[in-house]
């Protein structure tokens, strides 16, 4: 299994539009471990296209309880759970994450407890273990360490940044965050960056669209970063590869890549991705590009 990140739903919030990309989710493969970092609607189809088994299921982290990034998460492990899953998955989120999970669970008691008893299935409850962490280390793993940053992304105080390393690769995901400048400081050196990036001009069409106007607006403003500032972060950490990610706006049709590009070459000169449904970014070729510079 190579080690890479693909990201399977691409954009910011929780609506969903004809043809567009789905909320907030991604997969990382590294050091032969499967990790699933954010739950938002689809990750489970994701998975499944990219090609993972879920009853494989290993490791899940969930940077905030924002329903973008965990709607999903339940009916995820549930899912896994019918499709085989027997062996313990561990489920990291903030404080909060339980409680989600258990009345997940309650919510599910008829379908949970009739499976175990008509299909023989291994009790669901007693699988998936969960440590609800703060700002620091988080867990290690066979050498796959996680780390973890509070970023800014108020009024929601439990929002953390990730960042996983194995054998000297590490990627950090920002989260959702206004510009931050310690993210710097805790992506430095890595090998991927994936950061959460607006687009001014998109923004203004998009509280147009949404009908909740003003009060949309001041919450993108105060708590997310535009694309601008996702290259500023980079460029301090230097880091491999900025993969811009949790579009706003994602479905935009006068906005494509080239807009995207734009607005972060400003303040970004390195390797550069914009996010979509299904992208696969290779660890394994960024760093023997990096090594055959460096040689
Ligand atoms: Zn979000
Ligand atoms: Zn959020």
Known sequence: MPDQLVILGSKGGPALRPGGPWPSSSLLQIGGRTVVVDCGLGVTRGLVDAGISLKWLDLIFITHLHSDHLLELGPLLHTAWTAGLATPVGLFGPPGTGHYWRRFCQAMEFDIEIRIV????????????????????????????????????????????????????????????????????????????????????????????????????????????????????????????????????????????????????KTWAGDLTIARDGLVVELSSAKAAQGEETA
């Open 118 to 265: 008509d299909e023989g299935r291994p009790d669901i409850r007693d699988l998936v273990s969960i440590v609800e962490f703060g700002e620091g280390h988080v867990v290690e793993r066979g050498g796959l360490e996680v780390s973890a940053l509070r970023v800014d992304h108020p009024p929601v105080t439990d929002c953390f940044a990730l960042r996983f390393e194995h054998a000297g690769r590490s990627v950090v995901f920002s989260a959702d965050t206004a510009f931050y400048p310690p993210l710097a400081d805790f992506a430095r050196g890595a090998d991927i960056l994936v950061h959460e990036a607006m687009l001014e001009q998109g923004i203004e069409r998009l509280v147009a669209r949404t009908g909740n106007g003003a009060r949309l607006k001041d919450h993108l403003l105060a708590s997310h970063s535009f694309a601008e500032e996702a290259g500023r972060i980079a460029s301090d950490a230097g880091v491999t590869r900025l993969v811009l990610n949790h579009l706003i706006p994602a479905d935009d049709p006068e906005i494509g890549e080239a807009e995207w590009i734009a607005a972060v070459r």
